[in-house]
């Protein structure tokens, strides 16, 4: 009926193991504790499932245990409802899980207010004073119904209302499950009532814009001055993300002899590996870092300082300069320069090599960076040609409507040496020699002769 898990390295933490009414494996943790007492509970616990199971008193020994157990274990059994809770025992409320969970997770400030943000909707939707063990999958669901509709400001009651972005959405239910799924694995409820509510998908295209490069260059024609310049050709031309891993970028990281640019990120430098990327240092960037470096002060590291000023609204000047350009502002005004950074790479090289420069997965380069342009469908259609990145141009043609030569001594259209690759207009970088083979006749693959 019931069994004992164990965990730890040593396997000190013991856990009883055993599947409820409807086949579902449930678990109560017990810490570290001998074997012979994770042995006694584990045969009262499964007296009590039998008990619930049919209905029936509980036999006697499982009685004596639960009389025995302090009121923190006795907890986790009721949360189980193999029991009734204790009188005068503390009921754990919503407000003491949002809480614990607030202190125990160790993440970066711009998270933590993100996750503060879905606290405070989970306690003015369900109560702060509702009992853990109270909160259903209706709650659950009706809960997220609520943040996806429209709210109205309430300092401005002539403001339209607004929804949040799908996106959003998403998110803030990823979070609030992560937050129920610690309450089981801290024993204060025996189920997660968010565990099957849906998600969706965090990406949102309806934000997705692609800057031009024609664009870009009116808006840095009427940039300010230097560090402006750099802001605006750092997202664009190398895909850092404004202003976390611009700010972070010093002279140092400039390696101006072959081309590249160390960049740390702070957004993913918990992860194993990607503290720290190289990117490339493309043609239209070169220029604009060296002039701030020719006039850069003596001593001074940053390649942008005017970002480590707190008071800076980086946004609003940005849309004044936009709007000098005669140029039409664009959701997402950062994200989306370093996504049309990695839509114009993606089609030059591949897609790891992109993902590497990005500092993320080729997956969520797709989910969330590259975009499906017009010149995409005149090129595959053949009724077009695509500039992607101003610099280069591509035409697609449909061989069936060119005139075949009148006669043999026709002129024939001169092709390519296939051998030598086509300059790559946007690439900063010194490349590693690559050597062209044939393919022998007999192919690749091993003979079976």
């Given at each position: ?287 604009i870092l060296q002039d701030l470096f020719d006039r850069a002060e003596v001593g001074v590291e940053a390649v942008v300082p005017r970002l480590r000023d707190p008071a800076m609204n980086l946004r609003t000047q940005f849309e004044r300069i936009i709007a000098k350009a005669g140029v ?122």
């Amino acid at each position: 009926m019931a069994s004992i898990g164990y965990e730890g390295e040593r396997d000190e933490l013991k856990r009883i193991l055993y599947r409820d009414a409807k086949g579902k494996q449930q678990t109560l943790r017990l810490g570290e504790c001998p074997k012979s007492v994770a042995e006694t509970a584990r045969v009262a616990i499964g007296h009590l499932v039998i008990a619930k199971r049919h209905g029936s008193v509980p036999h006697a020994d499982a009685v004596r245990w639960l009389g025995g157990i302090d009121d923190a274990l006795y907890s986790r059994v009721a949360a189980l409802g193999l029991c009734q809770p204790r009188e005068g025992a503390a009921v754990v409320t919503l407000a003491n899980l949002l809480d614990r969970f607030d202190a125990a997770v160790a993440v970066k400030p711009t998270t933590q207010y993100k996750y503060r943000q879905v606290a405070d909707s989970l306690r003015a939707f369900l109560g702060a004073d509702a009992p853990l063990a109270s909160i259903t999958p209706a709650h659950a669901d009706n809960w997220r119904k609520s943040i996806a509709e429209a709210k109205a400001n309430p300092d401005d009651k002539a403001e339209p209302a607004k929804t949040l972005a799908r996106a959003t959405v998403a998110k803030r239910v990823v979070i609030a499950k992560s937050v129920f799924r610690k309450a089981v694995r801290w024993g204060l409820i025996a189920s997660n009532p968010f565990a099957d509510l849906r998600a969706g998908s965090q990406s949102n295209p309806d934000r997705a814009f692609y800057v031009t490069v024609e664009s870009v260059r009116a808006i840095l024609a009427v940039c300010p001055d230097d560090q402006w310049r750099a802001i605006v050709a750092l997202s664009r031309f190398a895909g850092l993300r404004c202003p976390s891993e611009i700010v972070a970028l010093r002279w140092g990281d400039v390696n101006w002899e072959r081309g590249r640019l160390m960049v740390r990120s702070v957004k993913t430098e918990g992860h194993e590996g990607h503290a720290v990327r190289v990117v490339p240092i493309a043609p239209e960037l070169r220029p604009i870092l060296q002039d701030l470096f020719d006039r850069a002060e003596v001593g001074v590291e940053a390649v942008v300082p005017r970002l480590r000023d707190p008071a800076m609204n980086l946004r609003t000047q940005f849309e004044r300069i936009i709007a000098k350009a005669g140029v039409k502002p664009w959701p997402r005004l950062f994200h989306n320069m370093r996504a049309s950074c990695a839509t114009d790479w993606v089609e030059r090289f591949p897609a790891h090599v992109v993902a590497g420069w990005l500092g993320h997965s080729p997956m969520i380069a797709a989910q969330h960076y590259l975009q499906t342009r017009d010149a995409h469908f005149d090129l595959a259609a053949g009724v077009g040609e695509m500039a992607g990145d101003g610099c280069q141009k591509a035409t697609a043609t449909n061989p069936a409507t060119h005139t075949r030569p009148s006669g043999p001594t026709a002129s024939k259209p001169k092709t390519q040496n296939p051998e030598i690759p086509a300059e790559m207009v946007g690439c900063g970088v010194g490349c590693d020699p690559v050597e062209y083979g044939k393919v022998p006749p007999e192919g690749l693959e091993p003979s079976t002769r």
